[in-house]
């Protein structure tokens, strides 16, 4: 049984300009004192092509955390462009937000995030070399994918045993299980835009 | 009978491996697979058994789910008070769920439903002990254990009232144990395996009572669960899967003699689970039959493997009905409403179904009496009321328990009656006064964000609400939190209690060079420097925050008892003291020979210890600082002077010296180059001392002035000697000189005994009212009664504390009723008798009973914390650090009982010894509340024995009514309601009620 739980997160200052940092209020909630810190992570999946391009935009520790419930905003900075490939800027591709404890990943939250240009001119036109100054980003946050791990609470992580890890009913990318296969693949790995579920795409 | 799959049920196609309906027939719960866990589900009962409410949109079905069990959920089950759920799971976990009342609809993150929880189902407790699936779970009768058996092949039995304690582990199946039943008097639990056996188990003695097998011999281990179960009067338990000539049966066993006669014959694959009906009933009463009674039977569903359902009474040969295709899959769990006319089936098919009987096909069930009567009349009386009883059914006997009963149980009413919104409202939307709203707007800016030693940010979580089931108590709703972990909060706590004594510390930071104002000082104001000091007295003229008695203290330590200390002085009775120290040099003269030549002589150990502790003024935060400090606010005296002896302390403390001026002002300002220094005795009203040193000269000697300003009125007297330390009281004052002499003065500055000759320099000297207490420098310890012109601590040593050990004392003080009391460097605490003659250990911050003492759940919200007393003085806080070492401790539940009460009778005794009634009656009302918890029978009785006395006057009784002023069988009348509180010890409370209620009317 996971000591943590989210229990909410909220995108703040969505949608925004791509230039902005990220900014998410996460709500959750602890059984027991914890003895060390959780550590939090928000990653920005630069190409759904290969998680080479992933960017950790920013990690922090949030403690102490005794039982109860808690909440905190998680700002990061926005991607670095350099590292986006120019034929993925615009788009759809994903951000995660990932909680470790004890160096182990117990929760994983995808979202949907597209980025288009507000100026319709250049939505009809794209410029080859994207302008992130006219990039809107837009995290589609009524529709987050949340995979719970099991990890080993009390201690660290060599003690996990696989078989429990495994998603009990195994599901092909883009069902509506989990956003992203269980950590035993790596993690950033985003789903092929074409395989996205019909549903989490209102906005496009 | 009626049938009905609710298509509404279900774990989105997922299997459902369990299915159990609340015991007040409102609700029920299934158990199984989730998405990508385990799930629980609490779904609303009225739309199965209504179709009108099928229909209302407005009717929730859904109740609340879980899906906190990371794997699939094998079973759940209410315990029998409806108040908890306890699912397993093949995460090896067992979980308890409470019902949380302060929190209103949510969601489960993520989920794809966005239907919100309309009850909040919460986890109390996760039972962590299984290493393999759990497959079966089962209260006992009357919820006092909870059993679970698993994959690891044990059976793992839980104190239900102490969770996760646990009571035994049964062990000796040698397969997996698939399902498990409790006899419904208590007196066994049986359990089936696929090690082709069935157990059954004594609860006296956790010991096998029998060992089944003959009639699974043949069986493969082809099901997943095997749950048995046990007939309502007792005296039959039906198997899951057995076989019989190659046929799969449910076996019967009777409880005569563990016979296996007979069986359920008829289904074409392994039996996967037994129910038995909860009733018991009698054939229905026919028109024109003749009015012959029939003999009750009981009523039986068994679900099979071959998917169909079928549903036996004893009275009868053949099965009642048969359903047959009733699912797709395997039947995985039966549930019977409690009034046993209405059956849930769930299926591995992901399915539920639901039959509804009707009283003609099954019968008259009996009432609770009657079944009682059945079961009183074959287990007889003294079994049935083994376990704790049938509280709900015990009989009240005395009408005083009626009302503290009834009390109580409006009291829970009114509580729960308080609406749930407004209640969820109020945690959710305000913290501290502050709406969540307002929170989160600023939650960013708010927030506390470092850097870690490796340059990494660190978010300090804004904590919203503490969990409000089980242990936890709303932090709203509870003017102390206690927050785990977080030491940092015990300065807020504290001030939360005393805002004087923190409101002293910032403003001495925050505006140290303010006006300052009042009394004596107000010409010193013109210096500037000595704002400090001016401050000081103005901020303390208000707390009394000088009234402290240490000679040596961290500041935590400080406002500690620097509250303790005001809340106990009320005007007229003040305490006051005043640690004067031995002047340097002849300290320093006197030991330092003795200190080299101790070395090899362990009988003038002491003399050394003397020594050390003499020093303690040198230490920077010592009595160096005041007179730094004194240098600075009175600095019209010889300047020069005060400054020669060079090879005292630097200056470099000053401003740390302002802000601790406060704290360290009450202590000795004298050293030998101290000439003029006073000291406050109280101040409220303002009386201080003043004391000025070679005042004038007469014919060669240097003659002392002492002066008193007491509620403006001064006096003054003179002394032929150097003063090194005075204290004073609400009724003396006290003043040592340099020749060992102890001069003592009424309120009104007239000379209450000739000077006494000390056996020693003066190390400190404490009054309280009219006792005084001095503590010499050869280290003994005198106190006097001045009122009386007695001795009560006659040059006792301080040896006997001392010896062995390289402590030194760090505090000491004299209680209001005379008491004084040590403490030292090791922790230790020590008070001196002066009926015993003897030393008392009254507080040990190492300690082990009290960290590890848990008494939370006997604290009454009502009694504020007693930090004020000698006793809570001289624990401080250590009491609190345990009692959150306990929260973090795993120590077994019986020891931890046990230190519990060993460390509340220890603080009981030490309030007695120091004569503290405040706190003796604060630990008498703990203990007591721990002892009724605990249901200490005859600690009890003796307690309530002793405070009620004779009840009949006798000559030869020497029993006292009254115990350090307060009269005894009052504390025995506020102990009573605290016994009423368990109908355990209604007796008990009765008892004692009559004979007060009798005494009163004599």
């Given at each position: 049984m996971a000591k943590v739980q989210v229990l909410n997160v909220a995108v703040l200052d969505n949608p925004s300009p791509f230039g902005n940092p990220f900014q998410f209020e996460i709500t959750f909630e602890c059984m027991e004192d914890l003895p060390e810190d959780l550590e939090w992570k928000i990653i920005y999946v630069g190409s759904a092509e290969s998680e080479e391009y992933d960017q950790t935009l920013d990690s922090v520790l949030v403690g102490p955390v005794p039982a109860g419930r808690h909440m905190f905003v998680f700002q990061a900075d926005a991607p670095n462009t350099g590292l986006i490939p120019e034929s993925d800027a615009v788009g759809v591709t994903v951000a995660l937000i990932t909680c470790t404890y004890r160096g182990q990943e117990f929760i994983r939250i995808g979202y949907y995030v597209n980025n288009e240009y507000t100026d319709p001119e250049l939505r009809e036109n794209p410029p080859v070399k994207p302008d992130y100054t006219q990039l809107q980003r837009n995290i589609l946050a009524s529709n987050p994918r949340v995979t719970r791990f099991h990890i080993n609470w009390e201690g660290c992580a060599e003690k996990m045993e696989d078989s429990e890890n495994v998603d009990p009913a195994p599901n092909s990318a883009g069902s509506s299980s989990g956003m992203l296969p269980p950590s035993s693949c790596l993690p950033g790995k985003a789903l092929p835009v074409g395989l996205l579920p019909d549903n989490s795409m209102d906005f496009l | 009978m009626k049938l009905l799959k609710p298509s509404w049920v279900g774990h989105n196609g997922k299997p459902i491996f369990s299915v159990d309906i609340h015991p007040d027939g409102t609700k029920f719960a299934t158990g199984g697979q989730g998405e990508d866990s385990g799930k629980v589900v609490i779904w609303n009962m009225t739309p199965v058994l209504r179709e009108e409410a099928e229909k209302n949109e407005a009717t929730p079905k859904m109740l609340c789910q879980m899906d906190n069990h990371l794997a699939c959920v094998n079973c759940v089950r209410w315990s029998n008070n409806g108040q908890y759920l306890a699912s397993g799971g093949d995460d090896k976990l067992v979980m308890v769920w409470k019902r949380a009342t302060f929190i209103g609809p949510s969601t489960v993150f993520g989920s794809s439903s966005k239907l919100a929880n309309v009850e909040q189902w919460r986890c109390v407790t996760i039972l962590r002990n299984h290493t393999g699936d759990v497959m079966d779970v089962a209260w006992s009768p009357h919820d006092v254990w909870l059993a679970s058996c698993s994959v690891d092949n044990t059976v793992v039995v839980w104190n239900a009232r102490k969770f996760p304690e646990i009571v035994t582990s049964l062990r000796g199946h040698t397969g997996l144990v698939k399902g498990l039943t409790w006899d419904p008097v208590g007196k066994y639990i049986a359990s089936q395996a696929d090690d082709h056996s069935l157990k059954v188990w004594r609860t006296m003695d956790w010991q096998q009572e029998t060992n089944i097998t003959k009639p699974f011999n043949e069986c493969g281990g082809t099901t997943h669960v095997l749950r048995l179960s046990w007939s309502p009067d007792g005296q039959y338990l039906v198997s899951a899967h057995a076989m019989n000539n190659s046929g799969p049966t449910a076996q019967i066993i009777e409880r005569d003699g563990w016979k296996t006669n007979m069986d359920f014959v008829g289904h074409r694959k392994a039996v996967t689970v037994v129910k038995f009906n909860p009733k018991i009933f009698k054939k229905k009463q026919k028109n024109g039959s003749s009015p012959k009674p029939s003999c009750p039977y009981c009523c039986c569903a068994v679900g099979s493997k071959d998917r169909s359902l079928s549903v036996w009474l004893t009275s009868l040969k053949r099965p009642l009905v048969v359903i047959h295709d009733l699912f797709d899959k395997s039947i995985m769990d039966i549930s019977w409403t409690l009034n046993g006319l209405g059956i849930l089936v769930c299926s591995m098919d992901g399915t539920v179904a639901y039959l509804d009987f009707s009283q003609d096909e099954l019968g008259d069930p009996l009432n609770e009496d009657e079944k009682n009567a059945i079961h009183h009349n074959i287990y007889g009386k003294s079994l049935a009321i083994t376990t704790e009883a049938q509280l709900s059914t015990t009989i009240i006997e005395n009408p005083e328990m009626l009302k503290y009963q009834q009390e109580r149980q409006r009291e829970e009413l009114a509580r729960q009656s308080l609406p749930r919104e407004a209640q969820a409202h109020k945690l959710t939307s305000v913290v501290n006064g502050e709406s969540l709203e307002d929170i989160r707007k600023n939650l960013l800016k708010k927030q506390v964000e470092t850097r870690t030693a490796d340059g990494r940010r660190r978010i300090t979580p804004l904590c919203i609400a503490q969990l409000d089931t089980g242990d936890f108590s709303p932090a709203l709703f509870?003017?102390?939190?206690?927050?785990?972990?977080?030491?940092?909060?015990l300065p807020s706590q504290l001030s939360s209690d005393s805002n004087t004594a923190t409101s002293l510390g910032l403003r001495h930071s925050q505006e140290p060079m303010s006006t300052p104002a009042g009394g004596k000082s107000q010409d010193d104001a013109k210096d500037g420097v000595s704002s400090g000091l001016a401050q000081a007295n103005s901020t303390a003229l208000k707390s009394n925050l000088l009234l402290t008695a240490s000679t040596k203290m961290e500041p935590m330590k400080a406002l500690d008892s620097r509250f303790t200390e005001r809340s106990k002085a009320t005007p007229g009775a003040s305490i006051s003291s005043m640690a004067g120290l031995v002047p340097l040099d002849s300290t320093l003269k006197e030991s330092k020979p003795k200190e080299e030549t101790s070395s090899d002589s362990e009988d003038k150990m002491t003399v050394a210890r003397s020594l050390s502790f003499k020093r303690k003024p040198h230490d920077p935060d010592g009595g160096d600082n005041q007179v730094e400090k004194r240098k600075k606010g009175r600095p019209r005296k010889s300047d020069q002077k005060m400054m020669t002896p060079g090879s005292g302390p630097p200056l470099q403390q000053v401003t740390r010296a302002t802000t601790l001026f406060a704290r360290t002002a009450a202590r000795a300002m004298s050293t030998w180059w101290a000439i003029l220094f006073y000291c406050y005795v109280s101040m409220e009203p303002p009386v201080y001392l003043e004391v000025e040193n070679e005042f004038s000269t007469v014919s060669g000697a240097k003659l002392s002035q002492l002066r008193c300003s007491r509620e403006g009125r001064e006096w003054d007297t003179l002394l032929p000697s150097r003063v090194i330390s005075a204290a004073g009281s609400s009724d003396i004052v006290a003043v040592a000189c340099v020749d060992r002499m102890l001069s003592v003065f009424s309120a009104c500055g007239r000379r209450l005994l000739p000077a006494i000759l000390l056996p020693g320099p003066m190390s400190t000297l404490h009054c309280s009212g009219f006792y005084v207490m001095a503590l010499t420098a050869c280290a003994t310890l005198s106190v006097w009664d001045v009122q009386k012109q007695s001795a009560l601590v006659r040059n006792e040593s301080l040896q006997t504390i001392l010896s062995g050990t390289e402590c030194t004392v760090t505090q000491s003080l004299l209680t209001q009723q005379g008491v004084p009391v040590i403490s030292l460097s090791s922790g230790k605490s020590y008070c001196f008798n002066f009926s015993l003659e003897t030393w008392n250990l009254i507080a040990d911050k190492q300690d082990l009973l009290v960290q590890c003492a848990d008494f939370r759940n006997c604290l009454s919200s009502q009694d504020t914390a007693v930090s004020h007393g000698p006793l809570a003085v001289m624990q401080g806080r250590c009491l609190n650090a345990g009692r959150l070492a306990s929260r973090l401790s795993s120590t077994p539940h019986s020891l931890q009982q046990g230190m519990t009460l060993a460390f509340l009778e220890n603080q009981l005794a030490s309030a007695l010894i120091l004569r503290s009634s405040v706190e003796y009656r604060y630990w008498l009302l703990i203990y007591a509340r721990f002892l009724v918890n605990e249901g200490s029978d005859y600690r009890l009785r003796e307690l309530c024995k002793d405070l009620l006395g004779p009840v009949h006057k006798s000559a030869?009784?020497?029993?006292?009514?009254?115990t350090l002023g307060l009269r005894k069988r009052d504390l025995l009348k506020e102990l009573l309601p605290v016994i009423g509180q368990n109908l355990r010890f209604q007796r008990l409370f009765t008892e004692y009620q009559d004979q007060l209620e009798l005494l009163r009317g004599k």
């Amino acid at each position: 049984m996971a000591k943590v739980q989210v229990l909410n997160v909220a995108v703040l200052d969505n949608p925004s300009p791509f230039g902005n940092p990220f900014q998410f209020e996460i709500t959750f909630e602890c059984m027991e004192d914890l003895p060390e810190d959780l550590e939090w992570k928000i990653i920005y999946v630069g190409s759904a092509e290969s998680e080479e391009y992933d960017q950790t935009l920013d990690s922090v520790l949030v403690g102490p955390v005794p039982a109860g419930r808690h909440m905190f905003v998680f700002q990061a900075d926005a991607p670095n462009t350099g590292l986006i490939p120019e034929s993925d800027a615009v788009g759809v591709t994903v951000a995660l937000i990932t909680c470790t404890y004890r160096g182990q990943e117990f929760i994983r939250i995808g979202y949907y995030v597209n980025n288009e240009y507000t100026d319709p001119e250049l939505r009809e036109n794209p410029p080859v070399k994207p302008d992130y100054t006219q990039l809107q980003r837009n995290i589609l946050a009524s529709n987050p994918r949340v995979t719970r791990f099991h990890i080993n609470w009390e201690g660290c992580a060599e003690k996990m045993e696989d078989s429990e890890n495994v998603d009990p009913a195994p599901n092909s990318a883009g069902s509506s299980s989990g956003m992203l296969p269980p950590s035993s693949c790596l993690p950033g790995k985003a789903l092929p835009v074409g395989l996205l579920p019909d549903n989490s795409m209102d906005f496009l | 009978m009626k049938l009905l799959k609710p298509s509404w049920v279900g774990h989105n196609g997922k299997p459902i491996f369990s299915v159990d309906i609340h015991p007040d027939g409102t609700k029920f719960a299934t158990g199984g697979q989730g998405e990508d866990s385990g799930k629980v589900v609490i779904w609303n009962m009225t739309p199965v058994l209504r179709e009108e409410a099928e229909k209302n949109e407005a009717t929730p079905k859904m109740l609340c789910q879980m899906d906190n069990h990371l794997a699939c959920v094998n079973c759940v089950r209410w315990s029998n008070n409806g108040q908890y759920l306890a699912s397993g799971g093949d995460d090896k976990l067992v979980m308890v769920w409470k019902r949380a009342t302060f929190i209103g609809p949510s969601t489960v993150f993520g989920s794809s439903s966005k239907l919100a929880n309309v009850e909040q189902w919460r986890c109390v407790t996760i039972l962590r002990n299984h290493t393999g699936d759990v497959m079966d779970v089962a209260w006992s009768p009357h919820d006092v254990w909870l059993a679970s058996c698993s994959v690891d092949n044990t059976v793992v039995v839980w104190n239900a009232r102490k969770f996760p304690e646990i009571v035994t582990s049964l062990r000796g199946h040698t397969g997996l144990v698939k399902g498990l039943t409790w006899d419904p008097v208590g007196k066994y639990i049986a359990s089936q395996a696929d090690d082709h056996s069935l157990k059954v188990w004594r609860t006296m003695d956790w010991q096998q009572e029998t060992n089944i097998t003959k009639p699974f011999n043949e069986c493969g281990g082809t099901t997943h669960v095997l749950r048995l179960s046990w007939s309502p009067d007792g005296q039959y338990l039906v198997s899951a899967h057995a076989m019989n000539n190659s046929g799969p049966t449910a076996q019967i066993i009777e409880r005569d003699g563990w016979k296996t006669n007979m069986d359920f014959v008829g289904h074409r694959k392994a039996v996967t689970v037994v129910k038995f009906n909860p009733k018991i009933f009698k054939k229905k009463q026919k028109n024109g039959s003749s009015p012959k009674p029939s003999c009750p039977y009981c009523c039986c569903a068994v679900g099979s493997k071959d998917r169909s359902l079928s549903v036996w009474l004893t009275s009868l040969k053949r099965p009642l009905v048969v359903i047959h295709d009733l699912f797709d899959k395997s039947i995985m769990d039966i549930s019977w409403t409690l009034n046993g006319l209405g059956i849930l089936v769930c299926s591995m098919d992901g399915t539920v179904a639901y039959l509804d009987f009707s009283q003609d096909e099954l019968g008259d069930p009996l009432n609770e009496d009657e079944k009682n009567a059945i079961h009183h009349n074959i287990y007889g009386k003294s079994l049935a009321i083994t376990t704790e009883a049938q509280l709900s059914t015990t009989i009240i006997e005395n009408p005083e328990m009626l009302k503290y009963q009834q009390e109580r149980q409006r009291e829970e009413l009114a509580r729960q009656s308080l609406p749930r919104e407004a209640q969820a409202h109020k945690l959710t939307s305000v913290v501290n006064g502050e709406s969540l709203e307002d929170i989160r707007k600023n939650l960013l800016k708010k927030q506390v964000e470092t850097r870690t030693a490796d340059g990494r940010r660190r978010i300090t979580p804004l904590c919203i609400a503490q969990l409000d089931t089980g242990d936890f108590s709303p932090a709203l709703f509870n003017s102390v939190p206690i927050l785990p972990g977080s030491v940092t909060q015990l300065p807020s706590q504290l001030s939360s209690d005393s805002n004087t004594a923190t409101s002293l510390g910032l403003r001495h930071s925050q505006e140290p060079m303010s006006t300052p104002a009042g009394g004596k000082s107000q010409d010193d104001a013109k210096d500037g420097v000595s704002s400090g000091l001016a401050q000081a007295n103005s901020t303390a003229l208000k707390s009394n925050l000088l009234l402290t008695a240490s000679t040596k203290m961290e500041p935590m330590k400080a406002l500690d008892s620097r509250f303790t200390e005001r809340s106990k002085a009320t005007p007229g009775a003040s305490i006051s003291s005043m640690a004067g120290l031995v002047p340097l040099d002849s300290t320093l003269k006197e030991s330092k020979p003795k200190e080299e030549t101790s070395s090899d002589s362990e009988d003038k150990m002491t003399v050394a210890r003397s020594l050390s502790f003499k020093r303690k003024p040198h230490d920077p935060d010592g009595g160096d600082n005041q007179v730094e400090k004194r240098k600075k606010g009175r600095p019209r005296k010889s300047d020069q002077k005060m400054m020669t002896p060079g090879s005292g302390p630097p200056l470099q403390q000053v401003t740390r010296a302002t802000t601790l001026f406060a704290r360290t002002a009450a202590r000795a300002m004298s050293t030998w180059w101290a000439i003029l220094f006073y000291c406050y005795v109280s101040m409220e009203p303002p009386v201080y001392l003043e004391v000025e040193n070679e005042f004038s000269t007469v014919s060669g000697a240097k003659l002392s002035q002492l002066r008193c300003s007491r509620e403006g009125r001064e006096w003054d007297t003179l002394l032929p000697s150097r003063v090194i330390s005075a204290a004073g009281s609400s009724d003396i004052v006290a003043v040592a000189c340099v020749d060992r002499m102890l001069s003592v003065f009424s309120a009104c500055g007239r000379r209450l005994l000739p000077a006494i000759l000390l056996p020693g320099p003066m190390s400190t000297l404490h009054c309280s009212g009219f006792y005084v207490m001095a503590l010499t420098a050869c280290a003994t310890l005198s106190v006097w009664d001045v009122q009386k012109q007695s001795a009560l601590v006659r040059n006792e040593s301080l040896q006997t504390i001392l010896s062995g050990t390289e402590c030194t004392v760090t505090q000491s003080l004299l209680t209001q009723q005379g008491v004084p009391v040590i403490s030292l460097s090791s922790g230790k605490s020590y008070c001196f008798n002066f009926s015993l003659e003897t030393w008392n250990l009254i507080a040990d911050k190492q300690d082990l009973l009290v960290q590890c003492a848990d008494f939370r759940n006997c604290l009454s919200s009502q009694d504020t914390a007693v930090s004020h007393g000698p006793l809570a003085v001289m624990q401080g806080r250590c009491l609190n650090a345990g009692r959150l070492a306990s929260r973090l401790s795993s120590t077994p539940h019986s020891l931890q009982q046990g230190m519990t009460l060993a460390f509340l009778e220890n603080q009981l005794a030490s309030a007695l010894i120091l004569r503290s009634s405040v706190e003796y009656r604060y630990w008498l009302l703990i203990y007591a509340r721990f002892l009724v918890n605990e249901g200490s029978d005859y600690r009890l009785r003796e307690l309530c024995k002793d405070l009620l006395g004779p009840v009949h006057k006798s000559a030869s009784s020497a029993w006292e009514p009254t115990t350090l002023g307060l009269r005894k069988r009052d504390l025995l009348k506020e102990l009573l309601p605290v016994i009423g509180q368990n109908l355990r010890f209604q007796r008990l409370f009765t008892e004692y009620q009559d004979q007060l209620e009798l005494l009163r009317g004599k």
